[in-house]
């Protein structure tokens, strides 16, 4: 489900969700776009269709049929195309173009800041319609622009923690209550690492600590207030000391043997997954419904989650109101309708996608959540706390690009036997010549 770039392939992973009371994993939708009315006719109704990528969740969590209950004036189309690589280069030309829009577009994370520099011109104040105080302040920053237009609601968010085999960590020597092993690395990545390299030491043969280096580097930058662009817009990313920190201790893990050697979302390390080859993972919520699609049966309830050293974010969407819909009032009360609390929660509950608004987090769906694969965890207390404490982070336009060089053509390499330095200025190369394009 996952397409080339791993970035951008993380919006079809947040669409790969976990159903939290039956493990059950959802579809998704044919890129060729999927639109689906969920009324019986819609005659003489006003329509609001939404363009939307993966599958994220409304229509299976009931959420289009609650509100054209409350709303029978309403009627409500979807249109999905599955992955994120093929729905955001076609929205920016209808943007651009002011054609072919839905009356409201869902836009992912790592897009968002390009839309906000970019685009907000085309787009609907939605701090009109939508509550501020209802969302995390960093999510509602992301879509807000300097002179305080807010052109995207939140929908989810992927606060960072850390799942990991119990049962590995015992026949290793380490800890495999949840607390203690948050104990282990509290407040630190190169903490992190020694605990791997404490694993590895009585290693169950043939296992690592981690996955992959791809998601140790991904989760140290998610951690990160200012990553690959600094407050001004100015790419920093060759000279930010935390991207090459974060670089170079996921190298260092990879050359002691501590990660294994696949790209994330690909089939050989999907096999990883289901062989039981590595200890711990990088997990914002959606991770789950991964980890249970492709583990085999009797890895449920040997998963746990523990707390991140630092707290971080891996995700997450926003709905967007085109200014030249046919419908732009009631598409901006059902954005707003759909990423209220109440609603999130419902979605959480069906779906597995985690709340961007704090507001949900005491409802008994989300913080009486659990989880097949991690038992009695209540992982949706881990993750709200996460969620809370994930800093402010400042999104550039290309961070995808970035971040892609950095993984797929950079500390992968470690892990696969080139040296750091050499594998460093791979990415540079790779990531310099696609921000020239």
């Known amino acids: 489900?996952?397409?080339?770039?791993?970035?951008?392939?993380?919006?079809?992973?947040?669409?790969?969700?976990?159903?939290?009371?039956?493990?059950?994993?959802?579809?998704?939708?044919?890129?060729?776009?999927?639109?689906?009315?969920?009324?019986?006719?819609?005659?003489?109704?006003?329509?609001?269709?939404?363009?939307?990528?993966?599958?994220?969740?409304?229509?299976?969590?009931?959420?289009?049929?609650?509100?054209?209950?409350?709303?029978?004036?309403?009627?409500?189309?979807?249109?999905?195309?599955?992955?994120?690589?093929?729905?955001?280069?076609?929205?920016?030309?209808?943007?651009?173009?002011?054609?072919?829009?839905?009356?409201?577009?869902?836009?992912?994370?790592?897009?968002?800041?390009?839309?906000?520099?970019?685009?907000?011109?085309?787009?609907?104040?939605?701090?009109?319609?939508?509550?501020?105080?209802?969302?995390?302040?960093?999510?509602?920053?992301?879509?807000?622009?300097?002179?305080?237009?807010?052109?995207?609601?939140?929908?989810?968010?992927?606060?960072?923690?850390?799942?990991?085999?119990?049962?590995?960590?015992?026949?290793?020597?380490?800890?495999?209550?949840?607390?203690?092993?948050?104990?282990?690395?509290?407040?630190?990545?190169?903490?992190?690492?020694?605990?791997?390299?404490?694993?590895?030491?009585?290693?169950?043969?043939?296992?690592?600590?981690?996955?992959?280096?791809?998601?140790?580097?991904?989760?140290?930058?998610?951690?990160?207030?200012?990553?690959?662009?600094?407050?001004?817009?100015?790419?920093?990313?060759?000279?930010?000391?935390a991207v090459k920190a974060a670089f170079d201790l996921t190298a260092e893990a990879a050359e002691d043997g501590l990660v294994g050697n696949q790209t994330q979302f690909q089939p050989a390390w999907d096999t990883t997954i289901a062989n039981n080859k590595f200890a711990a993972m990088s997990c914002p919520p959606w991770m789950l419904g991964y980890i249970k699609g492709k583990s085999k049966p009797d890895a449920a309830g040997k998963w746990d989650v523990a707390a991140a050293p630092q707290a971080g974010n891996w995700g997450g969407s926003f709905l967007a109101v085109p200014k030249s819909g046919k419908n732009t009032d009631e598409a901006a009360k059902l954005a707003a309708w759909l990423t209220a609390p109440e609603q999130q929660a419902k979605l959480f509950e069906v779906q597995g996608s985690f709340p961007s608004s704090p507001a949900a987090y005491d409802m008994p769906v989300v913080k009486d959540a659990k989880n097949d694969m991690t038992g009695d965890a209540p992982i949706g207390t881990i993750f709200a706390e996460a969620a809370k404490n994930s800093p402010v982070q400042v999104i550039g336009p290309k961070d995808q690009i970035i971040q892609q060089g950095l993984t797929d053509n950079g500390v992968i390499l470690v892990a696969q036997g080139k040296s750091p330095e050499d594998a460093w200025n791979t990415a540079v190369k790779t990531i310099d010549n696609n921000l020239e394009q």
């Open 1 to 241: 489900m996952r397409a080339p770039s791993r970035i951008r392939r993380q919006a079809v992973v947040l669409a790969t969700a976990v159903s939290l009371g039956t493990g059950l994993l959802a579809g998704c939708a044919d890129d060729g776009g999927d639109t689906s009315d969920t009324s019986e006719g819609g005659g003489g109704r006003t329509t609001i269709t939404l363009g939307l990528f993966g599958q994220m969740g409304f229509k299976e969590a009931g959420l289009y049929d609650a509100y054209m209950k409350l709303n029978p004036d309403i009627t409500i189309k979807e249109n999905v195309v599955e992955r994120n690589e093929n729905y955001y280069p076609a929205l920016v030309n209808h943007l651009t173009t002011d054609s072919g829009l839905m009356d409201i577009q869902a836009v992912e994370v790592g897009n968002i800041a390009e839309v906000v520099d970019t685009q907000a011109a085309k787009l609907l104040d939605l701090s009109k319609h939508g509550k501020k105080a209802d969302f995390l302040e960093w999510k509602w920053q992301q879509a807000t622009t300097a002179d305080g237009q807010t052109v995207g609601l939140g929908t989810d968010v992927g606060p960072m923690a850390i799942c990991y085999r119990k049962d590995l960590f015992e026949k290793a020597g380490l800890p495999s209550d949840r607390e203690e092993v948050g104990k282990l690395w509290a407040g630190s990545w190169d903490t992190f690492v020694d605990v791997g390299r404490r694993y590895q030491d009585k290693a169950p043969d043939g296992t690592t600590f981690l996955d992959s280096p791809g998601g140790l580097i991904q989760a140290i930058l998610g951690s990160e207030t200012e990553r690959f662009y600094d407050s001004s817009g100015k790419v920093v990313y060759k000279t930010n000391p």
